[in-house]
């Protein structure tokens, strides 16, 4: 039987919820990850756990699932950009409510709240460039509710004049598009393990991204470490081999001596593998 148009978006926006919230998880327990939170430890965090992370990214399925179903099929303009942003602010709420205050998600509610919406917005069988570039299109409109917050992410750009996440969403995520897919997919071409793949990911967004959250902690210097220790450990070749395990186990000791956390190019991880998984033919797709 064919599905009602509003049971198909339905389905359609728990599946992409889902798919969303799984991504932020396997994120937060992809292991070892240099300076953050993983089954590991806390990184270089206090305030920070993988049991604060997975309840965060669980507090965010309603929103993730709100954010598709007001976006099905929907046309790119200012009326659907501000119901985006304001249900990615009361999203934002509700992670502060179930983390107890503590920011785990900002940044990826940001990417992968666009991004959800735009896989939304163009139904099944949308390519992960397609989705991209839609999500682009959303992100360069402007939205007249958003307060206007100096956050620390914005205080790192103006400082050091560097892009930052809003940047990276109007210009269709580089970082992702560029970098960590095509590096996921040629890491798993080769033979790697899944985490080694997706670490490899990691480290192709860590070349070259002005991650913020390093810059706040850690300056300039931090994020020249970052860089130049992820390329390190992609030039040894890569996460599956012990010459690269090496690097990777020198650019985690680096991190945590600069107090740095690259948790904007986790966020970008976890929207590369939200791309992945909604683009992948091992992951069942969109419900027809």
């Not at 899944?194 to 850690?218: F, G, I, P, Q």
């Amino acid at each position: 039987m064919k599905l009602q148009p509003q049971t198909h978006a339905e389905e359609c926006a728990s599946w992409l919820a889902a798919r969303a919230t799984a991504s932020l998880i396997d994120e937060a327990r992809l292991s070892p990850k240099p300076g953050l939170v993983d089954s590991r430890g806390n990184g270089a965090h206090r305030d920070l756990s993988l049991a604060l992370m997975e309840r965060s990214a669980h507090s965010l399925t309603p929103t993730f699932h709100q954010l598709a179903l007001q976006s099905w099929l929907r046309p790119v303009d200012i009326a659907l950009r501000e119901t985006v942003g304001r249900l990615g602010r009361e999203g934002e709420r509700a992670m502060m409510q179930a983390t107890g205050g503590v920011n785990t998600h900002r940044g990826a509610i940001w990417a992968l709240g666009l991004l959800v919406s735009a896989s939304a917005m163009l139904g099944a069988g949308a390519s992960s460039h397609q989705v991209a570039r839609r999500a682009a299109m959303l992100a360069q409109l402007p939205d007249s509710a958003a307060p206007r917050v100096f956050s620390n992410g914005l205080r790192a750009t103006h400082r050091y004049r560097v892009p930052g996440a809003r940047e990276e969403a109007t210009s269709g995520f580089p970082h992702i598009m560029t970098r960590a897919l095509p590096q996921l997919r040629q890491s798993r071409a080769r033979g790697s393990r899944e985490c080694e793949a997706r670490l490899d990911a990691l480290m192709a967004v860590m070349t070259s991204l002005s991650d913020t959250c390093v810059l706040n902690r850690a300056g300039m210097p931090g994020l020249e470490a970052m860089q130049n220790g992820a390329r390190a450990v992609l030039a040894a070749g890569g996460c599956a081999t012990v010459p690269g395990r090496q690097a990777l186990a020198r650019l985690d000791d680096r991190m945590l001596a600069l107090n740095a956390s690259p948790g904007g190019a986790a966020d970008l991880l976890a929207a590369t593998l939200f791309l992945d998984s909604i683009s992948n033919p091992q992951v069942a797709q969109l419900p027809n």
